[in-house]
């Protein structure tokens, strides 16, 4: 990948104000306030559930064969996974 396409989509993501450009440093992620977190999770909220909805009907037997992958390679790095 070029550093052309790299500094493109750095420029998209300032503008869309998912990072800041720090002048002859470079970008970094800014820091967000509670109030934005919050936003954030309850568009989760709001979006996810739809979406896990949409997957589940649209799925085939390959989908859930790799759903069941993906479960079993969290069980085995987190003892936390949800069943």
Request: glycine share 6%; net charge positive; charged share 30%.
């Amino acid at each position: 990948m070029s550093l052309a396409v790299v500094r493109e989509a750095l420029v998209r993501v300032v503008g869309e104000g998912l990072a800041d450009r720090l002048p002859n440093r470079g970008f970094a992620v800014p820091a967000f306030s509670d109030r934005r977190w919050q936003e954030i999770a309850e568009a989760r909220r709001t979006v996810e559930p739809v979406v896990l909805r949409m997957s589940i009907e649209r799925g085939d037997i390959d989908w859930e064969a790799r759903v069941r992958a993906a479960h079993r390679g969290c069980q085995s790095r987190h003892s936390t996974c949800m069943v």
